[in-house]
C-alpha cells in the first residue's frame, strides 16, 4: 500500500453533524433544511460528508452542477437533490435518469427540460429562481408575468420550490436585506397566483439563518455554517460552531543558518540572528496560499511560529529559533487547533483577502482527507 506524505487534512465527523444540528434546532421543526455539499462539500470531502448529513437528518441536498448530483447517487444519497447552478444543454437525459432537481432561471432551458421529459413520458420537478437583488441567476421580478403563463404552460415540468438568495446577508446592518425579503414575499403570492404550489420557499443562506428571522420561508440553505467557516462580528456569539477541518503536516528538516542568510525564492527573507529552520512539506500547489509568504502562521507544540520566505509550490520555511526541543517528524499544524491555539480559516483570509469559502475549496486534492470521530477511521486520497 502507498504511504502517503503525512502532509493532510483532517475532518472531523462529529463537529460536521453538531453544526448541522444547531442548525435544525435554529430554524426549528417546521422548516427543512437543504445541505449545499457542492464543490467537494467545500473541500471537505463529499464521500463522506454527504452520507454523514444525510444520517443527521438534512431534508435535501445542494449541488452547483449536474456532475456533482449524479455523485451524490453513486454515494447513495436519496433525498432530493437540488442542482442551484445549471443544467447545460443535452443534460436532460441525466437530469431525469438521476432524478435530479434543476433551479430553473432561463426560458430556453426550462423548454428543453420540458421536451426531454415529454419524450420520456415523465415529469421534471424544478425549484423556480427569482431575482429580488443579488443580480446574479433568476428571473426579474418585473418579467414574472411574461414568465409564468410560459411555465404554466410547459406540462411535463412541475414547480416544487421557489427561491431567491441574500447578497448581503452577512452584513445585517444593511437594509438590502429586509428589501429583498419584502420582494419574495411578493413573488411568493404572485407564483400562486398564477396556480402554482410550490412546497418550498427558501432564500436563506448560512447567514440568513443567523441574521434574522426566517419570515415566509420553509427551508434553508447552510453551506459553509456547516463546516464551521460562518465568522464575523455579528455571528460569532450566536451559535454553537465547531470547525471541521484541521490541515497538519510535520517537520521533515531542521537546518542552522549563520545570521544574514537569505531563504527561499527571491530572499525575502533574511535571517536577523543566529537561526534554526524547518522545512515542511506543503506549499501552494496544496492550497497552502503563497500570500502567506512572511505572514503565515504554523503551530508546533501548541506554539505559534511564522512562515519564513517565499511560499514554494511544495514547501515552507518556518523559523523555529525559539523551540528548543523541536526534532524531525513533529507535527505542525497549518489550519486548525492544537492545544489551546487554533489558526481559523478567518484569519488565512485575512491575511490574503479572501474569504473562509475560498481557504477551504483551495486544499487541494493531492491532499488526503482523513476522516476522524466518525463510525469509522478512514483516508480518502480524492481530496
Keep these: 500500500m502507498l504511504v502517503p506524505r503525512p502532509t493532510r487534512v483532517e475532518i472531523d465527523l462529529v463537529a460536521l453533524r453538531h453544526n448541522f444540528l444547531e442548525i435544525q434546532r435554529t430554524v426549528g421543526a417546521d422548516c427543512d433544511v437543504l445541505a449545499v455539499v457542492k464543490a467537494n462539500a467545500y473541500g471537505h470531502g463529499v464521500s463522506h460528508v454527504a452520507p454523514i448529513l444525510a444520517a443527521a437528518g438534512a431534508d435535501l441536498f445542494g449541488v452547483a452542477l449536474l456532475e456533482e448530483g449524479v455523485e451524490l447517487r453513486r454515494l447513495g444519497i436519496k433525498q432530493p437533490i437540488i442542482i442551484l447552478g445549471s443544467v447545460f444543454h443535452g443534460q436532460e437525459v441525466e437530469v431525469l435518469q438521476h432524478q435530479l432537481t434543476p433551479v430553473l432561471y432561463d426560458l430556453t432551458c426550462a423548454h428543453q427540460l420540458d421536451r426531454a421529459a415529454s419524450e420520456a413520458?415523465?415529469?421534471?420537478?424544478?425549484?423556480?429562481k427569482v431575482d429580488t437583488g443579488m443580480g446574479r441567476l433568476g428571473f426579474r421580478v418585473k418579467l414574472l408575468d411574461e414568465v409564468l403563463p410560459v411555465l404554466k404552460s410547459l406540462k411535463n415540468l412541475n414547480m416544487t420550490g421557489l427561491m431567491s438568495h441574500l447578497a448581503v446577508a452577512d452584513e445585517p446592518e444593511r437594509s438590502l436585506t429586509g428589501l429583498q425579503y419584502q420582494a419574495f414575499a411578493g413573488v411568493v403570492d404572485k407564483v400562486e397566483s398564477f396556480g402554482f404550489t410550490p412546497c418550498y420557499r427558501h432564500i436563506a443562506n448560512s447567514a440568513g439563518i443567523y441574521s434574522r428571522k426566517l419570515t415566509g420561508c420553509n427551508m434553508v440553505r447552510?453551506?459553509?455554517?456547516?463546516?464551521?467557516?460562518?465568522?464575523?462580528?455579528?455571528?460569532?456569539?450566536?451559535?454553537?460552531?465547531?470547525?471541521?477541518?484541521?490541515?497538519?503536516?510535520?517537520?521533515?528538516?531542521?537546518?542552522?543558518?549563520?545570521a544574514g542568510e537569505g531563504i527561499s525564492y527571491g530572499h525575502r527573507f533574511v535571517t536577523s540572528r543566529d537561526s534554526k529552520v524547518a522545512a515542511i512539506p506543503v506549499g501552494y500547489a496544496d492550497g497552502y496560499n503563497r500570500l502567506l509568504t512572511n505572514c503565515g502562521e504554523v503551530l508546533i507544540h501548541g506554539q505559534r511560529f511564522p512562515v519564513a520566505g517565499t511560499v514554494c509550490m511544495d514547501w515552507i520555511l518556518i523559523d523555529v529559533t525559539d523551540l528548543a526541543d523541536v526534532q524531525i517528524g513533529d507535527d505542525v499544524t497549518l489550519l486548525g487547533r492544537d492545544g489551546d491555539e487554533i489558526i481559523t480559516a478567518e484569519e488565512w483570509a485575512d491575511k490574503v483577502g479572501s474569504i473562509t469559502y475560498e481557504v477551504f475549496c483551495n486544499i487541494s486534492k493531492r491532499v488526503p482527507r482523513v476522516f476522524v470521530n466518525g463510525p469509522t477511521q478512514a483516508h480518502c486520497l480524492q481530496g
Design 121 to 128: 413520458g415523465r415529469t421534471i420537478d424544478y425549484h423556480l
Design 222 to 258: 447552510p453551506g459553509i455554517s456547516l463546516y464551521g467557516g460562518l465568522t464575523g462580528g455579528p455571528f460569532d456569539p450566536s451559535f454553537s460552531q465547531q470547525p471541521v477541518m484541521r490541515f497538519v503536516s510535520q517537520v521533515a528538516q531542521l537546518k542552522e543558518l549563520p
